[in-house]
């Protein structure tokens, strides 16, 4: 068992994917197996996942730890504004048919997203990011035909945003 993460003695994701390439290159295949973990119920559920998926993972982890440092100290309005600029970056993506990049830069922009005690800034926070980024989202899918992960997070939508 190994964290891969950014935590003292956690394996790194450089660590991870030289892992990957020596074992593909000793066996012509990889030598171990990897599982997930869904810790949402009340028993964990295990899964088989492929080593792509743990890298991938691994990767996502460690630059949703970069761009938290980056907004720790930022005002709400500061995160705001650079989640806005970050779902528009998205959008230019989307555009070039750069569906997997607008998709990370799409979850990159709703990293920004904390709840406040002020209510008008947190429906504005969900009805100008929150729902146009997972609407976004659910887009880049259909183009990449994924449509168990279309109607997963379509439905992620509705509870967000029972009404939109």
Request: net charge negative.
């Amino acid at each position: 068992q190994m964290n891969v993460g950014g935590e003292q003695g956690d394996t790194t994701v450089e660590d991870l994917e030289e892992l990957l390439q020596n074992s593909q290159k000793i066996s012509g295949k990889n030598m171990f197996e990897v599982h997930r973990v869904d810790k949402s119920g009340k028993d964990p559920k295990y899964s088989k996942a492929s080593p792509k998926e743990m890298l991938e993972h691994a990767k996502t982890k460690k630059k949703q730890g970069e761009i938290a440092s980056i907004l720790s100290g930022l005002s709400w309005e500061d995160r705001f504004a650079w989640a806005i600029k970050r779902k528009e970056e998205g959008n230019q993506e989307y555009k070039k048919g750069n569906y997997s990049e607008a998709m990370d830069i799409y979850m990159e922009a709703m990293l920004a997203y904390s709840e406040v005690s002020d209510i008008e800034k947190n429906k504005r926070m969900k009805s100008e990011l929150q729902v146009p980024c997972l609407n976004n989202i659910s887009v880049c899918l259909l183009e990449k035909e994924e449509f168990e992960k279309v109607r997963w997070m379509c439905n992620k939508t509705i509870i967000l945003d029972p009404n939109g």
